[in-house]
């Protein structure tokens, strides 16, 4: 490490003295002005090519689930899992109850009731569950949900 000395004041008149590595050149801006390193930051790559092509072509971790009837219950996975969204894609007036069960009973995670007037949208929830999660309808709202 050295001690270099930029001539710029920002202090109120002192030059500032900065600590600088040869291998991490330094790139600061004063008074809007950048003042550059020779050399620029180093870049580091991991893996080679075919593996950057693999994880540029992995889907998303979450796993849709549809449900599009009325009055539907559906058990949707059994066991510990996280409920990340649901989608309310065709609003129709009722609820819609999110239950960490495999039936239509036990810890409700979410009772979200949907107005008539209500556009699509999608509620985030990153909710964990841990035996299972199932979803119960009461109107002919198409929802599709998010869950691992």
């Known amino acids: 490490m050295s001690t270099a000395t930029r001539g710029n004041r920002v202090d109120g008149g002192n030059p500032v003295a900065v600590e600088t590595d040869p291998n991490y050149p330094l790139d600061i801006a004063v008074g809007g002005s950048p003042i550059a390193a020779a050399n620029p930051l180093p870049i580091t790559t991991v893996g080679d090519d075919s593996t950057k092509a693999a994880l540029r072509s992995e889907p998303l971790p979450w796993i849709p689930y549809n449900i599009?009837?009325?009055g539907t219950y559906a058990a949707i996975k059994s066991g510990v899992g996280t409920l990340h969204a649901i989608a309310i894609n065709t609003p129709?007036?009722?609820?819609?109850?999110?239950?960490?069960?495999?039936?239509?009973?036990?810890?409700?995670?979410?009772?979200?009731t949907i107005a008539a007037s209500d556009v699509p949208k999608t509620l985030l929830f990153d909710a964990a569950f841990a035996i299972g999660l199932t979803i119960v309808t009461s109107a002919g709202t198409d929802i599709t949900a998010l869950y691992q």
């Open 92 to 112: 129709t007036a009722g609820t819609i109850t999110v239950y960490d069960s495999l039936t239509a009973t036990g810890t409700k995670i979410a009772t979200i």
């Open 68 to 70: 599009a009837a009325a």
